[in-house]
C-alpha cells in the first residue's frame, strides 16, 4: 500500500490501485496522520482541522476515523505484508506505516542519495548517479505540497519545507546535469526556476553558467545584472561572493581560449594499440590516471595518442621545464590560456590556484600533466585540490613515480613487446637510411640489448645514419652511450640515453642511489630479501625505487632495466663499492644454493627449481666476479653448490667457461697436488669446466686424475660421506667415454660402487644405478634389470624425480634392447612426464629420441615429432651432444625413405656434434657411424662404407658385450660385429 501527499492526498493497493477515500474530510485526515508518520495527533487538533468551516465533534472525528480504516482495511484485506493501521494513541490518533511507503518519504531519501552522490564528484558516473536519483525523486510530484490542507497550522511547516527541499533537488538535478554537459537542454528549465525564484542566487548562478557554457555570455551577464538589480530593491542586499565570482570571471572570460595541445607528432605511432584503449577507457570511469615508467618508455607520446581518442576539451601541460613546484598553478594558467589581465592587475587579484579553480569548476576538461616526477609532490597537491573543487575535471599525469593521491588509477608502461619493437626500430631505421630493412634476427638483438624501450630504440635507430646493423649488434655493451648524438630537438635529458637516466637518478635521495648502485650487481633480479642484504636496505626505500621506476616488480622478484643498470654499475665504480658489492652479492647466492641443495634430491625438488632457476644470471654474474677478483674458492664453492639444479635443468654448459676460469687459478692437476679442505668442490668443477669441444678435453685430461683422488677421498667406501652426491653419478658417467682408460673407468665404478651401504640414501640409490651398467657391460642383463627396478624403488622413496627418470629410461633401454617396445615406451612416457615436470630439457630431449628410436619401425610421423621436438629442447638447453641425438634420429628416418643425401646430411651434422666422452652418447655415436656405413653401402662406396663401419666397431667396443647386438642392429657386417665381440 502506498501514499502520496506531494499533491492532493491519495492512497494506492499493492496492484496500484487507487483506494476511494471519501470526502474531503477523509482525505484531510488521512493527510494530517501523513504528515508526520507515526507519531500520534491529537483528537482536539484533527478536530479543528480536518474541516476548514469550523470544529467537529468528538463523535464525527471518531466517525470519518472508523470510515478510513474501513477503506484502508478493505485493501490491506487483499494485500501481502502489513497493512497500514490507523491505531487510538493517548488523546489521539496515529498511522503505523511503513517510511518509505509515503511519497514524501521516499523524496527526502532519494533527494538525500542524489544529492551525496553530486557533492561526491568522482566523475560521470556520479553525476549520471544523481541525475537519475534526483529525476526520481522529483516525478513523485503531482502538485503542491499537501495539496488541500498546506494552510493548516499542524502542517504548514511540514508543506513549507518540502517546497524547498523540490526547489533544492531541482537546482541539483540541473548541477547534475552542467556537469553532463546538458547545458542547452537545461537552458529553458533554468530560465523557468528563475522566474519562479527570482532572488534565489543558485538558479541565477546555474543558469549563467549554462548560457556561457553554450556560448551565451552576453546573456549571462544580463541574469546576474536582473538578480543583483532584484537584490537591491527588494531585500536591499548585494550578491553572494559566489555569484559575484563567477560574473568576475565571466568579464575576464575569452570565448576563445587556446589550451595547450600535446606536441604533434613527428613519427608514426607503433605498438602500444592496446594500452591507447586501455588508459582511454579507464579515464571514461576515473578521474585520475597515472602512466607510470622509466624514462624514455614512452610515457608521453602514449598520453597525448590517449587524449586524442577522447572527445574532452584537452589541456597539455608540460612540467620538465619548472625548476621546482612554485610556479605549478601557473604553469597551468598559462597553458589554459588564462594569461593575467589588466582589470585583474587594478584590483584584488587573486591567487593562481583560486583562478584555475574558478576557471575549470563547470568545465568539461582533460588535464595532462607531463612529467610529474621532479615536482611529484606539488603535481599531487595540486592535482588533489582540483579535483575535489572541479567536478567535471579528470587528469592524465605522466611521471616516473605515482603521485600517491586517493582515487589514483596507476597504469605502468613497460617496454615494447618484442614484435613491436622490432616494428618501431625498422620504421625508424628507413627514415635515416635507404635500402632493404636491416636483418630482423639483429634487430631484436638490438633492441633487447635496449629492454625495448622506444627512445634508446629511436636514438639507437638514428646511428644506422653512420653504422651498418652487424656493427651495432655487435656493440651492444656500448649501447647506453651509443646515441650520444642523439635528437638536436629534443630537451637535454632525452638527447641521449645517459641523459634519460641521469635525470631520474639526481631525484634520488642518498640512500636510494646507494641501494640503486649496488642492486647492479643483480644479473636476473633479486628477492627483496636478498636485494635488503646485498643493498643494505631496507623495504621502504626498496619500494621507493620501485615507485620511481628504477627497479620493476613482479614474480615476487625486483628487476632493473638493462639501460639503467648499465648506468647503476657505472655509478658503482665510481663509488668503489664494485668488490665488496660483488662479495656481498656472491656470498648470499652461495648460501641460498647451498641451502636448497639437499632439497633437490626428494621431493621439493618442484618447489627449489624455479626459485634457482630465477638466479641463473645472478650465478653467471657471481661466477664472472670470481673469475675477475681472483676469488677462486668463493667461485668453485658456489659451482659446487649450483650443480645439482644446473645438471638437472640442463644448465651445465653455460658455466663451463667460468669453472675452466676458476680451474686455471687453482693449484692442482697438472702438478697433482690435490686440495685439502676443497676437494669434493674442485672436483665438481672439474666436472663442469670438462665440456665438448678442444678446451673441454684439455680441462679433463689435465684434472681428471686429481679430482678423481679428491671425490675418492670425500666418499671413501662409504665410512665418509661427501655433501654433493650427484657429483658421483656424473663422475662416473664422466667416465665411462670412449677415451677412457678401463683402470679409469674402474676406478670411478669402484668409487660409486662403493656408497652401496652408505648412510646417505641418495648415494645407495645411485650406487644400484650404476652397478647395473656393470653388469650389463658383463652381458649380466637380468642382474642389471634387478639393480635399475632397485634403483627406481630408492629415487621414488626419496620422491626424486630425476633420479627415477635416469633409472626408468635405462629399464626402458633394456626393455627395448629385447624387442619389448610398448614396454619401452610405456617406461620413456613414465620417465618424460617427470623430467617435464622438472624442466629438464636436455633429460627430456634424450627421451624424446629414445622413445622415438622405439616408434620409427612402426610410426614414423609420431618418431619424426620426437626427433623435432628433441631438436627444438636440445637447442634451447645449448646441448650440442642431445641435438646430435636428434639429427641421427631424423638421418635414420631419412635413411629408411631413401633420401640418401638428407640422411648423409643429418648423420654428418650429428657426427660433428657428439661429445666423445659422454657415456650415453656411445651409444648415439655407434649408430650415426652406422648410419653413415650404410649410406656409402646404399651408393655402392664400399671403401667408406667399410671405413664407418670400422669406426662404428672402434666405438661400440666401449659398450662391452651389448655391443655386437648393437651393430647388428643397425646394419654392420656380421663379421665386423662379431669382431666387437673379440674386442
Known sequence: MRFGILGQ?????????????????????????????????????????????????????????????????AAADTAPGPAAMIERAGDGYRIDVPADAVDACRFERLTARGRAAL????????????????????????????????????????????????TGALEDRYEAALRLGEHRAAVPELRELVSRHPLRERPAGLLMRALSADGGQAEALLVYERTRRRLAEELGADPSPELTALHRELLQHDPTPAPAAPPAPLTSFVGRTAEVDEVAGLLRVARLVTLTGPGGVGKTRLA???????????????????????????????????????????????????RLITALTDRTLLLVLDNCEHVVDEAAALAA??????????????????????????????????????????????????????????????????????????????????????????????????????????????????????????????????AARRFAVFAGGATAEAAARVCETDGETLESLADKSFIRTGGGRYRMLETIRAYAAEQLAAAGEEETTGRAHAL?????????????????????????????????AALRWAVATRAADTGRRLLACAATSLWIQGRASAVAPHASALLDATDVGRSARLPSADGEEYAVCVLLAAGDGPTGRAVWEAHRDA???????????????????????????????QDAEPAQVRAAFDV??????????????????????????????????????????????????????????????????????ARAVALTEQALALTEQLGALEDSADLLVNRGDQLAADDRPAARADYTRAAELAASAGSADRL?????????????????????????????????????????????????????????DHTTAQTRYAEAVRAASGLGPAAAELLRLFGLPEALAGAVSER
Not at 44 to 56: C, F, H, K, N, Y
Not at 317 to 327: I, K, S, W
Not at 771 to 790: V, Y
Open 707 to 737: 679430482a678423481g683422488r679428491a671425490l675418492a677421498e670425500a666418499w671413501a667406501g662409504g665410512e665418509r660421506v661427501g655433501s654433493l652426491p650427484a657429483a658421483l653419478l656424473l663422475w662416473m658417467m664422466r667416465n665411462a667415454g
Open 884 to 940: 646430435a641425438a636428434a639429427l641421427r634420429g631424423q638421418g635414420d628416418l631419412a635413411l629408411a625413405e631413401g633420401d640418401l643425401t638428407a640422411a648423409e646430411r643429418l648423420y654428418t651434422e650429428g657426427l660433428e656434434r657428439i661429445d666423445r666422452h659422454w657415456i650415453k652418447s656411445l651409444g648415439n655415436q655407434v649408430r650415426t657411424l652406422a648410419g653413415l656405413g650404410r649410406v656409402a653401402a646404399a651408393r655402392g
Open 385 to 514: 585540490r582540483l579535483l575535489a573543487a572541479c567536478p567535471r575535471l579528470r587528469v592524465l599525469a605522466t611521471s616516473r613515480e605515482p603521485l600517491g593521491v586517493i582515487g589514483e588509477h596507476l597504469c605502468p608502461v613497460g617496454p615494447l613487446d618484442d614484435d613491436a619493437a622490432v616494428r618501431l626500430f625498422t620504421d625508424r631505421a628507413a627514415a635515416v637510411r635507404r635500402g632493404p630493412a636491416p636483418d630482423p634476427r639483429l634487430v631484436r638483438r638490438v633492441c633487447a640489448a635496449v629492454d625495448g624501450l622506444p627512445l634508446a630504440i629511436e636514438l639507437t635507430a638514428a646511428r644506422l645514419r653512420t653504422l651498418d646493423i652487424d656493427d651495432l649488434a655487435n656493440r651492444l655493451d656500448d649501447l647506453l652511450g651509443m646515441a650520444a648524438r642523439g635528437n638536436r630537438t629534443a630537451d637535454e635529458r632525452h638527447r641521449t640515453l645517459r641523459s634519460v637516466v641521469a635525470w631520474g637518478w639526481d631525484l634520488l635521495s642518498e640512500p636510494e642511489r646507494r
Open 9 to 73: 492526498t491519495r492512497a494506492w493497493d499493492h496492484h496500484g490501485t487507487e483506494i476511494p477515500l471519501g470526502g474531503p474530510a477523509r482525505r484531510a485526515l488521512l493527510a494530517l496522520l501523513l504528515a508526520r508518520p507515526g507519531e500520534p495527533v491529537s483528537a482536539d487538533l484533527l478536530a479543528e482541522e480536518i474541516d476548514p468551516d469550523g470544529p467537529l465533534s468528538d463523535h464525527a472525528v471518531q466517525s470519518q476515523v472508523s470510515r478510513l480504516r474501513t477503506a484502508l482495511r
Open 119 to 166: 557533492h561526491r564528484g568522482d566523475g560521470t558516473e556520479d553525476a549520471e548517479r544523481a541525475a537519475a536519483l534526483l529525476r526520481e525523486a522529483l516525478e513523485l510530484w503531482r502538485g503542491p505540497a499537501l495539496d488541500g490542507v498546506a494552510d493548516r497550522p499542524s502542517v504548514q511547516a511540514t508543506a513549507v519545507r518540502l517546497e524547498e527541499l523540490r
Open 304 to 354: 597525448a595518442e590517449v587524449a586524442g581518442t577522447l572527445n574532452d576539451e584537452l589541456c597539455f601541460v608540460e612540467l620538465a621545464p619548472l625548476r621546482d613546484g612554485d610556479g605549478l598553478p601557473q604553469a597551468l594558467l598559462n597553458a589554459l590560456g588564462l594569461r593575467e589581465t589588466g582589470l585583474q592587475a587594478a584590483g584584488a587579484a587573486r591567487a593562481p590556484l583560486d
Open 752 to 821: 660409486v660402487a662403493a656408497q652401496r651401504t652408505s648412510p646417505e640414501p641418495w648415494a645407495r640409490a645411485v650406487a644400484r644405478y650404476v652397478s647395473a651398467f656393470g653388469a650389463l657391460g658383463d652381458g649380466d642383463t637380468a642382474t642389471a634389470e634387478r639393480a635399475l627396478d632397485e634403483a627406481v624403488e630408492g629415487f621414488r622413496a626419496l620422491g626424486d624425480r630425476w633420479g627415477t627418470a635416469l633409472a626408468l629410461d635405462a629399464l626402458a633401454g633394456l626393455a627395448g634392447g629385447r624387442g619389448d617396445r
Open 588 to 620: 648470499d647466492l652461495l648460501h641460498r644454493f647451498r641451502t636448497a641443495d639437499p632439497f633437490l634430491r626428494g621431493t621439493a625438488q618442484l618447489d627449489w627449481l624455479p626459485a634457482l632457476s630465477a638466479e641463473h644470471d645472478n650465478l653467471l
